[in-house]
C-alpha cells in the first residue's frame, strides 16, 4: 500500500508563488512516475505537471508552462511542484498521484494512489 502526503498550497495573490510538497511511503517511490493534478469547483480534473521516475523527463499542460516546475528527491521520497506567477485561474484543489508507469503520464486513468488534495487560492 502507498501513502501520498500532501503539503502547502493556501492562499497567495495574483504573481506570488507557491511550493506544495508530496511525501510517499510504503514502497520504493523512485521507479515511478510521479504527477500533479488539479480539479477547480465544477469542473474535471485535470493534468498540470508529470516527471518520470529518475527526474530527467518531465512533461506540462500548456496552461501552467513556464510557470510551474515539477520535481523530485528519490531520497526523500517527496515530490515538488514550485508554482510561480499564480494566476486566479490557477485557483483549484491540487492532487499528486503516482503511476505505474515508467513513462510520463497525463490521464488520470494511469495513476492509481492519490494524495489527499491540497487548497491553493489565488487572489486578484
Known amino acids: 500500500q502507498v501513502q501520498l502526503v500532501q503539503s502547502g498550497g493556501g492562499l497567495v495573490q495574483s504573481g506570488g508563488s507557491l511550493r506544495l510538497s508530496c511525501a510517499a511511503s510504503g514502497r520504493t517511490f523512485s521507479g515511478y512516475t510521479m504527477g500533479w493534478f488539479r480539479q477547480a469547483p465544477g469542473k474535471e480534473r485535470e493534468f498540470v505537471a508529470a516527471i518520470s521516475w529518475s527526474g530527467s523527463s518531465t512533461n506540462y499542460a500548456d496552461s501552467v508552462k513556464g510557470r510551474f516546475t515539477i520535481s523530485r528527491d528519490n531520497a526523500k521520497n517527496t515530490l515538488y511542484l514550485q508554482m510561480n506567477s499564480l494566476k486566479p485561474e490557477d485557483t483549484a484543489v491540487y492532487y499528486c498521484?503516482?503511476?505505474?508507469?515508467?513513462?510520463?503520464?497525463?490521464?488520470?486513468?494511469?495513476?492509481?494512489?492519490w494524495g489527499q488534495g491540497t487548497q491553493v487560492t489565488v487572489s486578484s
Open positions: 498521484a503516482l503511476s505505474p508507469y515508467y513513462s510520463v503520464r497525463r490521464s488520470t486513468r494511469d495513476y492509481n494512489y
